[in-house]
């Protein structure tokens, strides 16, 4: 059986609120409004929402020739075609009885309903706004474009040319919802028996036929025959049971037949019959796109089918050389786009938990995403009226959810701000209808127990209403954001988001790019509280930034990070995601991190929480430095540059300072290859040659001494090369120490500050943590404030550190002392007395640093000595006389004579025998390399002299060197010799200095030797022998310096020149005796 061509409907009386069918409308007639209906189309005579819903119309029989519906008064029939009446929407009253009730109480939404300002709402074109692109502003009301118009709508006098068959009287002169009472039904007593096999036997023909070709007018014969079987479900078992059981061979013809056709034009009806049939099977709960195996793709196809077509100008021009080509293609686009809008509301007609509209969006979804102008406009005028088919005959039951309602919002927010008009007029009046939908989905969702929740809601939703002008709200997509994110749940605000995000890369115009940039900062604004998976929103913003050229855009998507990471609870997320970037940071991280721009308290707290990641890592030891410590230090170095964060900074100046310091301090010789990378970081990218860990520090240091105006410390640091030291292995600490000076010198307030901040830091971290701190903390223990801190932080802890195995805490413990001691307090000098033996041991190490640094503080400590300790100190730096480094004797040297001028006022005769001890390497060292030291040498003998009431000869002040002038050296030896005869060996004491390092010292001991051995009586000197002084003298004969061989050959002469005088003739000593013995 062929269903054929199907006849006109006659016209009929409509329920009130329901658009009346023309001639000339399809069988299966839909109606939809040019816009959303007035509010004196909506209410009742009293202005307020009807109290009952309008009257079903009784199904109307199909056939060869249809008859006229019943009267919509009649009672709908009982039997099989009861339960095709239309399904129950929301009778928004309030005195409801409970058999009338839904899954739901009503009463409570109608009231929530009834306080939504949504009745009075106008569409207003783009271009009617006068204050940029989207206003609140009065305006004058554009004219809108019907629905035929939109849909490329031909009149009358158009359609009387056209000879198709199938074309003919069927455009539509108006439009609306599609009304489930139009359906056409065929009743059982209209056909046999035998009719039914046939019809039955003719699908079965072609489902058995699928592999052959098909002609065109067997394609139609089989849609239509599936059509007409359609309209037979409701009282037919049998046509129930053959369709149910070949529903996917007929899923899988539908998709042959929809292949077969072309995509590039529009020549037949057989989208439109294709249409027509699925629209048919769904009304009877046959949803051949939802349940059949193959309905997704054949969905698909469909959807493509219609949408992908050309557009109608493309269409009108590749049908221009036919005859009356452009009216028959207008048309039929007309008609099948028609009869696509009206399958999709089919679907969702009697949806409770819509779920088939989101199967709907889904197949849409890309295409109300695309970049082709008459792809998103087909798209969303087929979502325009399934939302407002779905609006009108709401019935939902629990558990009834939109999973993407967020995503849905969103791009109806985009598509709102479309450039082309009719699109966004056409997604102004889909939120319009998306925002009803919400709030019943949203009562059912929170329930009657939430009522107060939900009126808090509504409340807040209308006064926007209000503020915004309901007229001109559904073409402002910043002002729909602001709405729907009040019933938004974090959910759909993430998608909301994402959808967002994801599109900026497509949107095809500038501006339109604009609008979803501010529509996300005005919604992350309003909804920071609430968003969940924060981090994915991080990762999008940071994956889409590089495809944003526009500043003023770029600006806005950056705002959003900054308005994440002010939240409290999502500040470690945030940070966390940044942070797992590759250093350094390429330049759309960088700018991230630059852009950042909080309140005062959040700068403070974002500083803190980079501060407590680095120092996280530097309390750790491990062999290689950690990523996060590098991502950090790079972080903040870019935060620093931009300079939004300088209050904070001058805040947590102490911890940022002293903690850059220590990560210097750590990274001291670590190449790449010592950071533990990622995994998935480490072999992904290289990095540039000249970044190292030590280098990520020292410019982040650099960058917070300019952006906290420490001008003086960074000019003491580059002149005095400062970043030269704190990058030395070796010379960390002294950089350290020059940078504290610096601070104190001209910020003591900063200074006092940090004091204070590392009292507790002293004893944490590693060693390289404790180091630095100490060598500030020691620094600072000159500023007067340090008398304020109790013993135990200063002299306690320097006394600790005194008694350290480690050398470098041992000098900082020395150099902590000599700082405490420029206060002279009386307490803190008795304490640093009881110290003495730890200091004075400090003379005899290795280190440089810590004998001077021992040697400073004992020079403090002089006035408070008795004279036991003074000459223990004396005896103590006899051997630095003698030390290779010329800034060690110098010290010594210079210490002696202080010792000696302090001695003069104490035991004068004790200090005597001390000072005699020392005359031997002062008079050789007079001859020492370095003319510092040789100086004070002059001065510490005369203080000498002085103690023991000798008058030096002149020749001892003598600068010249004595193998150049003898008499001199003559002059001093023997002198020295004759005061010294009889009180002090000074031979013995000379012969030490012949294995002195320095050459001018060997020189000047053998010529020394030499010269008091001339001048001692023979007595004294036969009484010593010579051997030992020849022993000592012979090694210096093969020196390498010339000088020193001829000076010693002159000594060896001298010496045994002596000797031989000083030993008895045996001749004269026999004659004596033989005279004795002789008669």
């Known amino acids: 059986m062929d269903s054929g061509a199907l006849e006109k409907s006659e016209k009929t009386p409509e329920a ?19 816009g959303p209906k007035w509010k004196s189309e909506r209410e009742g005579p009293e202005g307020q929402l009807p109290t009952e819903a309008s009257p079903p119309e009784k199904e109307a029989p199909a056939g060869p020739t249809a008859s ?46 009834s306080e939504l300002s949504l009745e009075d709402f106008t569409v207003f074109s783009q271009s009617s706004v006068k204050e940029g692109t989207f206003s609140s502003c009065t305006s004058t009301l554009s004219t809108r474009k019907p629905l035929e118009e939109v849909l490329s709508y031909v009149s009358d006098s158009d359609s009387d040319n056209l000879n198709h068959p199938y074309l003919k009287d069927t455009t539509p002169k108006k439009s609306g919802v599609l009304l489930k009472s139009k359906i056409e039904l065929i009743p059982e007593a209209s056909i046999s028996q035998d009719s039914m096999k046939v019809l039955t036997g003719s699908i079965q023909d072609h489902l058995n036929s699928e592999q052959k070709i098909h002609g065109e007018a067997e394609k139609l014969t089989f849609l239509r025959n599936l059509t007409t ?37 529009l020549v037949s009806t057989m989208l439109q019959e294709v249409f027509i049939t699925v629209t048919n099977l769904s009304f009877q709960n046959i949803h051949l796109l939802l349940t059949s195996p193959g309905g997704s793709s054949l969905f698909s196809s469909l959807t493509r089918s219609i949408i992908a077509l050309p557009s109608v100008k493309t269409l009108r ?17 007309t008609q099948t786009l028609l009869a696509f809008c009206e399958m999709l509301q089919s679907l969702v007609m009697s949806d409770p938990h819509l779920e088939k509209l989101e199967t709907i969006l889904e197949q849409l979804d890309p295409w109300l995403q695309s970049k082709v102008d008459h792809e998103r406009e087909r798209a969303v005028i087929s979502l325009s009226l399934a939302l407002r088919c779905l609006s009108r005959n709401l019935s939902l039951k629990p558990p009834a959810q939109l999973k993407r309602l967020g995503h849905l919002v969103a791009l109806l927010a985009l598509l709102c701000g479309d450039q082309e008009e009719d699109i966004s007029l056409e997604a102004s009046e889909s939120t319009h209808h998306l925002l009803r939908i919400t709030v019943h989905l949203k009562y059912l969702t929170f329930g009657p127990k939430s009522l107060l929740k939900m009126r808090g809601l509504m409340k807040k939703c209308n006064d926007l209403l209000r503020i915004y002008n309901t007229e001109k709200f559904f073409n402002n997509p910043f002002q729909i954001a602001e709405v729907f994110e009040i019933f938004l749940s974090p959910k759909e605000l993430f998608q909301f988001i994402m959808t967002i995000l994801n599109g900026m890369k497509n949107l095809k115009h500038l501006c339109t790019q604009e609008t979803a940039g501010r529509l996300l900062e005005i919604l992350v604004k309003n909804a920071s509280t609430r968003l969940e998976k924060v981090p994915e929103i991080v990762r999008a913003i940071c994956t889409h930034l590089p495809s944003i050229g526009q500043h003023s855009t770029r600006h806005q998507v950056m705002s959003l990070v900054s308005l994440l990471i002010a939240e409290p609870k999502s500040t470690n997320q945030v940070l966390n995601y940044l942070l797992s970037h590759p250093v350094p940071y390429d330049r759309h991280i960088a700018e991230l991190w630059r852009s950042l721009e909080v309140e005062e308290t959040c700068n403070a707290w974002i500083l803190w929480q980079l501060l407590r990641k680095l120092q996280k890592c530097q309390s750790t030891s491990r062999n290689k430095m950690a990523y996060v410590a590098i991502a950090t230090t790079d972080a ?20 940022l300072l002293m903690t850059l310091l220590i990560q210097v301090h750590h990274s001291i010789g670590l190449k790449i290859s010592d950071v533990a990378f990622p995994r998935n970081m480490s072999k992904r990218r290289g990095f540039p040659s000249n970044f190292t860990p030590l280098s990520c520090a020292i410019q982040a240091s650099k960058a917070f001494l300019i952006r906290t105006c420490c001008w003086h410390e960074l000019n003491t640091m580059e002149r005095e090369r400062g970043w030269d030291l704190l990058e030395g292995k070796n010379d960390h600490l002294q950089g350290v120490r020059l940078l504290a000076n610096a601070l104190l010198e001209k910020n003591s307030i900063f200074a006092q500050r940090i004091l204070y901040l590392l009292i507790p830091l002293l004893n944490r971290g590693n060693e390289r943590h404790k180091l630095t701190s100490a060598a500030f903390f020691v620094e600072l223990l000159q500023s007067p404030l340090s008398k304020r801190l109790p013993r135990e932080y200063t002299t306690g802890r320097l006394g600790q550190w005194l008694q350290s195995e480690n050398e470098l805490f041992r000098t900082l413990g020395l150099r902590g002392l000599r700082n405490l001691l420029c206060h002279q307090r009386k307490v803190q000098v008795e304490e640093i007395k009881k110290m003495l033996p730890f200091i004075s041991s400090s003379l005899q190490k290795r280190s440089k ?10 020079r403090k400590l002089l006035d408070k000595m008795d004279s036991r300790t003074l000459s223990s100190v004396i005896n103590s730096l006899l051997f630095l006389l003698s030390d290779v480094r010329q800034d060690v004797r110098l010290s010594a040297v210079s210490l002696l004579g202080d010792s000696i001028k302090v001695g003069k006022g104490k035991d004068k005769e004790s200090m005597k025998s001390h000072v005699l001890h020392t005359l031997v390497p002062l008079i050789l060292h007079l001859q020492d390399e370095d003319v510092g030291v040789a100086k004070a040498c002059r001065k510490t003998l005369g203080l000498s002299g002085q103690l023991l009431g000798w008058k030096l000869p002149r020749q001892v002040n003598s600068p010249h060197p004595w193998h150049s002038h003898p008499s001199a050296a003559e002059k001093t030896c023997q002198f020295f010799e004759k005061n010294c005869r009889g009180k002090c060996n000074i031979l013995d004491q ?12 060997r020189r000047a001991s053998s010529q020394f030797i030499g010269l008091v051995v001339k001048n001692m009586k023979p007595s004294q000197l036969c009484m010593k022998g010579t051997d030992g002084i020849e022993d000592a003298l012979s090694p210096l004969l093969n020196d390498h310096e010339p000088s020193v061989r001829i000076i010693t050959i002159q000594a060896l002469n001298r010496v045994q020149k002596a000797s031989l005088c000083a030993e008895p003739k045996p001749e004269s000593s026999w004659r004596k005796l033989f005279s004795c013995v002789s008669p």
């Not at 903040?636 to 931009?642: G, I, P, Q, R």
């Open 68 to 113: 006229p519906p019943a009267d919509p008064t009649a009672s709908p029939p009982a039997g099989p075609t009861a339960s095709l009446r239309a399904p129950k929407t929301f009778r928004y009253t309030e005195n409801r009885s409970d058999s009338e009730t839904s899954s739901y109480n009503m009463s409570d939404l109608d009231v929530l309903l």
């Open 16 to 34: 009130p609120g329901t658009a009346s069918r023309d001639e000339g409308t399809p069988p299966l007639a839909w109606e939809r409004d040019s």
């Open 229 to 265: 079987l359609s309209k037979t479900l409701s009282w037919s078992e049998n046509s129930v049971s053959f369709i149910k059981n070949r529903l996917e061979k007929i899923t899988k013809a539908i998709s042959m037949l929809v292949k077969q056709e072309s995509l590039h034009s």
């Open 849 to 858: 640093r810590e004998v001077l640094f021992a040697i400073d503080v004992l």
């Open 636 to 655: 903040l170095y870019e935060v620093f540059v931009a300079n939004k964060f300088r209050p904070a900074m001058y805040r947590l100046f102490p911890q």
């Open 317 to 333: 021009r590749l049908e221009s050389g036919r005859c009356d080509g452009p009216q028959k293609t207008e048309v039929l686009y």
């Open 990 to 1001: 000379s012969l030490e200095f012949t294995k002195s390092p320095q050459f001018q010292i």
